[in-house]
């Protein structure tokens, strides 16, 4: 898939702050540092689109970014799990993200990105079966998956999968990515296009 036209559009500080919910739009959701800023660089092949950093915490705000000349909005939210930050303001940030996430009648899927490396942590868990629970549609995306053996990515994947299948009989679509090697570009792509075109026979539907 070739690169694609995008760039900055706002940074909002919470719901009231986002553009006209008009377009639909994806948001891109995990722990800090696990690779966010990453993939929509990767993504959209506009580099530095999205500002990444090895100190964790880079990302504050919910910060859009117009894809395609006014075809869809990416929406780049800041990562979760970041020790430094105070408990009163995880609360706050707790609260807008959730709110944003309950209430945002344009977004599409939120993609909730993983750490391959890893074995399932208690806060990705617990977000994952919060949307679970809300009903709110959701992908599972394996990030940084250059660093480990194909094999080490198929075992993590596979338990992943096992530990969801605990709490829910239908698991969400998985991507395995890489930032680096640019693995599940054109597969998140593809689905990004095939959902804006379902969205926008809704949207006709309604009118
Ligand atoms: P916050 O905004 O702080 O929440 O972080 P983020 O989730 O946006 O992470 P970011 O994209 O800034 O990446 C964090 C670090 O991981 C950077 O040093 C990236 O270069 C590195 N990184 C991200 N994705 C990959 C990947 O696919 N492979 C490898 N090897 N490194 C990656
Ligand atoms: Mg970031």
């Not at 500002?51 to 964790?56: D, G, L, Q």
């Not at 942590?121 to 009903?135: A, F, H, P, R, Y």
Request: proline share 4%.
């Amino acid at each position: 898939m070739n690169n694609r036209r995008a760039a900055f559009m706002i940074s909002a500080a919470d719901i009231t702050g986002c553009p006209q919910a008009r377009l639909p739009e994806y948001a891109f959701f995990g722990r800090s540092n696990v690779g966010k800023s990453s993939l929509i660089n990767m993504i959209t092949g506009v580099k530095n689109l999205a500002r990444t950093s090895s100190t964790p915490g880079k990302t504050q705000l919910l910060n859009y970014y117009m894809v395609d000349e006014d075809t869809w909005y990416l929406v780049d939210l800041p990562g979760y799990g970041y020790a430094k930050v105070s408990k009163k303001s995880r609360k706050n940030w707790e609260k807008i993200i959730r709110e944003y996430l309950l209430q945002r009648k344009s977004l599409v899927y939120t993609f909730i990105l993983v750490d391959t490396r890893h074995e399932p942590q208690k806060s990705d868990l617990e977000l994952i079966n919060w949307m679970g629970e809300e009903g709110l549609p959701f992908c599972l995306v394996f990030t940084k998956a250059d660093k480990i053996s194909r094999n080490a990515v198929k075992r993590n994947v596979d338990e992943y999968k096992k530990v969801l299948a605990e709490n829910w009989e239908e698991l969400p679509p998985v991507f395995i990515t890489s930032s680096h090697s640019g693995e599940g570009k054109s597969e998140i792509n593809t689905f990004i296009a095939t959902s804006n075109s379902e969205y926008s026979v809704l949207t006709e539907q309604k009118q």
